[in-house]
């Protein structure tokens, strides 16, 4: 973690090695210690890592780079040690303008994943075997008291259920692909007239869809409005079968429930109930 005041004297000292004179201020000079501070002086964005973070720093570097080869995210314009330099864009976050209920959000944000997904997408029968080894732990550390999950009979009865659908997700149409794994509306951004994406880590190949279930997350609760059906849409993947996608979802909102704290803030009671509300339903979001 890094406080503003400790990330600043940092990014001094790394200007003054890279020659640059210009006097980036805090975007939110009030921002607790976190993972990384950001500065920007208008053109440049500078993420400051805290210094025992270079390994996740170099990490999100690369990454980034990588993907910014297909124009799908900014350039690193160079990393000092924790510090990564990138152009500042137009902005604002997809997050932010979708509080102002911009309509065109939620079509962009499937449009830029569908592209992202297709750098690394590949067919594959899908293999439930992973996901019911996950939910078998979570019942066991539920059981030991080494986890709490709100509800948890609820919570049995739920993943019981799941369970049974994965015999027909077997051997079934699906994707692999590198995901984001942290694809939030708040790290898609625009830039003029596109979106770019930022806040990379993951180089590893995973399930795409939950990419875009994070994102539905997001659409359905901040806010007032949903707007569910023109992300998929927009995000069109006509490979995955249905059970497949069905077992999915619900595996991830297990994965919600399961993150979700003994005493939760109101977004994440949102999330809860939106999770909850889709285990109930089985209506496909997806
Ligand atoms: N290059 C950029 N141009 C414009 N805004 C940015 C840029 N990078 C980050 N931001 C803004 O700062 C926020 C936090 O940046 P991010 O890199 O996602 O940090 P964190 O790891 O704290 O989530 C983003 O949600 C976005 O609003
Ligand atoms: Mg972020």
């Given at each position: 973690m890094i406080d503003v005041a400790a990330a600043n004297a940092l990014l001094r000292e790394a200007l003054s090695v890279q020659g640059v004179t210009s006097d980036p201020r805090p975007l939110?000079?009030?921002?607790?210690?976190?993972q990384a501070q950001l500065f920007s002086d208008g053109r440049t964005l500078y993420k400051v890592y805290a210094p025992d973070a270079l390994t996740r720093a170099t990490a999100q570097a690369k990454a980034q780079a990588n993907v910014a080869q297909s124009g799908l995210a900014p350039p690193i314009l160079f990393q000092q040690n924790t510090i990564l330099a990138m152009p500042h864009l137009g902005g604002p976050d997809l997050a932010t303008l979708w509080q102002k209920a911009d309509a065109s959000v939620a079509v962009e944000a499937g449009t830029w994943l569908r592209a992202y997904h297709a750098l690394t997408l590949r067919r594959f029968p899908f293999r439930p075997a992973g996901h019911v080894k996950w939910l078998a732990r979570l019942l066991d550390q539920a059981d030991s008291g080494e986890r709490h999950i709100p509800d948890q009979a609820a919570f049995r009865q739920a993943a019981n259920r799941t369970r049974e659908y994965a015999e027909a997700a077997r051997k079934q149409k699906a994707t692999r692909a590198v995901t984001?794994?942290?694809?939030?509306?708040?790290?898609l951004v625009r830039d003029e007239t596109r979106v770019l994406g930022i806040d990379f880590e993951n180089m590893r190949e995973d399930e795409p869809l939950r990419d875009l279930f994070t994102l539905a997350l997001d659409i359905a609760t901040i806010?007032?409005?949903?707007s569910l059906a023109s992300l998929r849409a927009a995000y069109?993947?006509?490979?995955?079968?249905p059970p497949v996608r069905l077992f999915l979802q619900r595996c991830f909102c297990h994965w919600v429930w399961a993150n979700?704290?003994?005493?939760?803030?109101r977004r994440q009671t949102r999330r809860l109930d939106f999770a909850r509300g889709l285990l109930d339903s089985d209506v496909l979001i997806l």
């Open positions: 939110d000079p009030d921002r607790p210690p976190a984001h794994r942290d694809m939030t509306l708040s790290n806010g007032n409005v949903s069109a993947d006509r490979h995955t079968a979700t704290p003994t005493a939760p803030s």
